[in-house]
Every structure is written in C-alpha cells, then in structure tokens.
Nanobody, 122 residues
Framework: QVQLVESGGGLVQAGGSLRLSCAASVRTFTPYAVGWFRQAPGMEREFVAAITWSGTSTYYADSVKDRFTISRDSAKNTLYLQMNRLKPEDTAVYYC???????????????WGRGTQVTVSS
C-alpha cells in the first residue's frame, strides 16, 4: 500500500526557514512526478511546487518562486521542500502528492499524504 508521510512543519517567524520532507513507503516516486500543495484555512488547496520523476525539471507557483526549492532523493524515496524567507501568507497545511505534470503544474494527483502544518508568525 502506498503511503506518503510528511514531516518538518512547525512554527517559524516571518523571514525564517523550514524544510519539509515527504517519505514514501514504497517506490512510488518512479515514474510519477512528485509535488507539494498547500491549503490555508477557508481556502482551496493550491499547487506549490513539483519535480519530474527524473528530477531534471522543477515547477513553482509564482507566489513561492525564488523562495522555495523542491528536490528529491530517489534512493531514499524522499521528497523535500526547502522554504526560505517565509511569510505569514505561507501559513497552511502542506501536502505531498505523486501524479502528473501538465502546463507547469501538477494537474493530476494519484496519492496524497496527510499533511504537515506550517505556521508563520508576523
């Protein structure tokens, strides 16, 4: 059974950094792309970043470009999201997912993790 488990969330001050991790129970990252989404209270879930199964291409939402970096370690079945210069508007539950990339976003997600809370205080 496929299982994605996020970790690394927490409370941080604006301008700070966090690194999220997403561990897969089996080798689900190949051949799918993997990515991060987030959902703030009262808001719809939104795309944050994605990386192709080969790791050669990355995609970001405009709101996080130049602040967040997505990466993956296929040998460890682990996905990462390095988040720098965090802002209060980055506060959300962050989810990892595997799926397909279309038009520079993850348009289809096959599996989801349960999420990790990120809270950025002002």
């Amino acid at each position: 059974q496929v299982q994605l488990v996020e970790s690394g969330g927490g409370l941080v001050q604006a301008g700070g950094s966090l690194r999220l991790s997403c561990a897969a129970s089996v080798r689900t990252f190949t051949p799918y792309a993997v990515g991060w989404f987030r959902q703030a209270p009262g808001m719809e879930r939104e795309f944050v970043a994605a990386i192709t199964w080969s790791g050669t291409s990355t995609y970001y939402a405009d709101s996080v470009k130049d602040r967040f970096t997505i990466s993956r370690d296929s040998a460890k079945n682990t996905l990462y999201l390095q988040m720098n210069r965090l802002k209060p508007e980055d506060t959300a539950v962050y989810y990892c997912a595997t799926g397909l990339i279309t038009d520079h976003t993850m348009s289809t997600a096959y599996y989801w993790g349960r999420g990790t809370q990120v809270t950025v205080s002002s």
